[in-house]
């Protein structure tokens, strides 16, 4: 049975946390980052139960150990849905936490990053490192199917995960800013 991948790739500037929002289908008000008191929001009907009021919505958190012995720091919402997997919770967890009464949100630190183990040894941080970190998320988990979400160096990183397991991907949202070829030979003016 063949693996359907559908890979959005975004090509322009704009706001990569928008952009999460937008290619997981939520309403246009979602993309905006929540800094307004708790209180304002349990009266805003136009938004999701969860992001109203902080009492319904249960952050689960803790460490996930890869096999080089690097304990990765997660956070997880929701628990229902589809299962979106987003590495870079130091960046865009709390913009995600509206979005957990329609799916169950994975997020994680790369190793020597946010609140992950910090790694001395340069040899042990590299793409393909943040490539098995993943995989060892989805183990602990026990997902075997989810959607997966990258933006900037970690588009990069969710498409050759998808390409090393396409078998676990349902689909995947790379945010990755490229500017073309033209534009970068043609002399400025």
């Given amino acids: 049975m063949k693996t359907r991948c559908c890979i959005k790739a975004v090509l322009f500037s704009v706001s990569a946390l928008s952009l999460m929002h937008l290619a997981l289908a939520q309403p246009s008000y979602m993309a905006t980052p929540v800094t307004r008191p708790e209180s304002v929001f349990e009266n805003d009907r136009r938004l999701p139960r969860t992001a109203r009021s902080s009492r319904a919505l249960h952050v689960g958190e803790g460490y ?3 096999d080089d012995g690097v304990r990765l720091f997660y956070q997880k919402v929701g628990s229902g849905g589809p299962t979106v997997i987003v590495p ?3 960046f865009v967890f709390d913009y995600l936490k ?3 009464d329609r799916y169950t949100i994975i997020s994680y630190d790369m190793r020597n990053r946010g609140r992950s183990d910090k790694i001395t040894d340069g040899a042990l941080i590299s793409i393909q490192d943040d ?4 995989e060892k998320v989805r183990q602990h988990f026990g997902i075997k ?3 997966l979400i990258g933006y900037s160096y970690l588009g990069m990183m969710v498409i050759l995960y998808t390409m090393e397991h396409p078998q676990q991907v349902e689909r995947i949202v790379s945010l990755v800013q490229f500017r073309s070829y033209s534009q970068r030979n043609t002399p400025a003016i």
């Fill in 88 to 90: 870079g919770r130091l």
């Fill in 145 to 147: 199917k989810f959607d």
């Fill in 131 to 134: 490539v098995k970190d993943l």
């Fill in 98 to 100: 509206p979005l957990a």
């Fill in 64 to 66: 996930v150990t890869t």
